[in-house]
């Protein structure tokens, strides 16, 4: 399954965006570059590898606007409207649930949308790759890094450890510590260790992924479990609503993904262009 995420407020290109469109939409509805916003370029590239009946869009109720242009035609992914934001934990814990609900085995892929690649075939091929060696270690939580250039605050940073296993573009290694947002000195530390940027990009089993979900943000996977009684029948958008009212925020990568490092593995991206468009630099 794809789980693309698509329900952030990211209004760090808000100055470019005026110029080019004339409004203040989040980046990801944004065509820059190509004729094609970076929320379909994220679910076209997962057409490649996943079938749309299995690509869930994770969104906010007030972007229903920006979906229908973006969304046409027949052959549309499903989508999961946040009633408010709580934080990226909750934009990733929920469609894990869901998911879960109807196919407990499942191989999950989250994709962030606001990213930018060159090379999506060998990316995507590298993904299915990942998706292989998680169903022989479905202990692992397998995130997505990039060779670094510059000490990247606003980027997570992953430190590689022993290796795991080996793909045809490199090695699995498991992840010795995970930074959200370091600082300034850290992120140089990093980098002078040769040490992985953070994709945000995830690939794992559904139940790892509840897993470490219900260890690390136990009331938002209460709330979202209550969810499952109203799974699939009219009643279901109110249960989400319920969930939601008095959910703590919380952000994945820092509640998730720090606190847990055992249970994560890191494999390197192939040689692509990526970047994540968060600035108008």
């Known amino acids: 399954w794809a789980v693309v995420l698509a329900g952030g407020e990211d209004l760090r290109l808000r100055s470019l965006v005026r110029q080019v469109l004339g409004d203040d939409r ?100 590298h993904l299915a790759e990942v998706a292989l060696w998680v169903q022989r270690n479905p202990d692992r939580l397998v995130l997505l890094g990039a060779r670094p250039t510059s000490p990247e605050v606003e980027y997570g940073w992953i430190e590689p450890a022993e290796r795991l296993g080996a793909l045809s573009t490199g090695p699995v290694c498991a992840v010795g510590q995970f930074w959200a947002k370091p600082s300034v000195s850290r992120a140089r530390a990093c980098l002078g260790a040769g040490h992985l940027w953070n994709t945000s990009v995830i690939v794992g089993k559904v139940a790892t992924l509840l897993h470490v979900g219900w260890q690390a943000c136990p009331e938002i996977s209460d709330r979202l479990a209550h969810v499952e009684p109203f799974a699939g029948v009219p009643g279901e958008a109110d249960a989400v609503r319920r969930a939601y009212e008095d959910m703590p925020r919380a952000d994945f990568a820092r509640s998730v993904l720090e606190t847990r490092p055992d249970m994560l593995a890191v494999s390197r991206l192939p040689r692509i262009v990526w970047a994540s468009l968060g600035s108008p630099h």
């Open 26 to 125: 989040p980046t990801q509805y944004v065509r820059l570059p190509g004729s094609r916003s970076l929320l379909r370029q994220t679910i076209d590239r997962a057409s490649l590898l996943i079938p749309r009946a299995r690509t869930l869009v994770v969104t906010m109720q007030q972007h229903t606007r920006y979906l229908d242009e973006e969304l046409t035609g027949s052959a549309r992914p499903s989508i999961l409207a946040q009633p408010v934001d709580r934080g990226t934990a909750a934009g990733v814990l929920y469609p894990a649930h869901w998911i879960a609900w109807r196919n407990p085995e499942a191989t999950v892929v989250v994709l962030p949308s606001e990213h930018f690649l060159l090379g999506e075939a060998r990316f995507m091929t």
